[in-house]
Nanobody, 122 residues
Framework: QVELIESGGGLVQTGGSLRLSCAVS????????IAWFRQTPGKEREFVAA????????EYADSVKGRFTISREKDKDIADLQMNSLKAEDTGVYFC???????????????WGQGTQVTVSS
C-alpha cells in the first residue's frame, strides 16, 4: 500500500523559514518523481516544486523561485522542501505527490498525501 506522509508545517512570521518533508512508503513505481502542491480555500491546487527520481532535475513555480528549494537524495523515497523568505501568500495546505515524471500539472500525479498546513502571518 502506497502512503505519503508530510511533516514540517506550522505557523511562521513573514520572512521566516520552514522545512517540509515527504516520506513515501510502499514504492509505487520502480522510479518516480516527488512534487509539492499547495491549496487555499476556493482555489485550485497549485504547483510549487518537483524533483525527479535522480534528484538532478527540478521544477519550480515562478512564485517560489529563489526562495524555495526542493531536495532529494538519489533513489531515496524522501523529498524535502526548504521554504525561505516566506510571504503571507505562501499560506495554504501543502500536499506531497508522486508520479512517473516531474510535471507541473496535478493530473500527472497518481498518489497524494493528506497535506500539512503552512500559515505565514504578517
Amino acid at each position: 500500500q502506497v502512503e505519503l506522509i508530510e511533516s514540517g508545517g506550522g505557523l511562521v512570521q513573514t520572512g521566516g523559514s520552514l522545512r517540509l518533508s515527504c516520506a513515501v512508503s510502499g514504492r509505487p513505481f520502480r522510479s518516480f518523481a516527488i512534487a509539492w502542491f499547495r491549496q487555499t480555500p476556493g482555489k485550485e491546487r497549485e504547483f510549487v516544486a518537483a524533483v525527479s527520481w535522480s534528484g538532478n532535475s527540478k521544477e519550480y513555480a515562478d512564485s517560489v523561485k529563489g526562495r524555495f528549494t526542493i531536495s532529494r537524495e538519489k533513489d531515496k523515497d524522501i523529498a524535502d522542501l526548504q521554504m525561505n523568505s516566506l510571504k503571507a501568500e505562501d499560506t495554504g495546505v501543502y500536499f506531497c505527490a508522486v508520479g512517473l515524471q516531474s510535471k507541473t500539472r496535478a493530473s500527472h500525479y497518481n498518489y497524494w498525501g493528506q497535506g500539512t498546513q503552512v500559515t505565514v502571518s504578517s
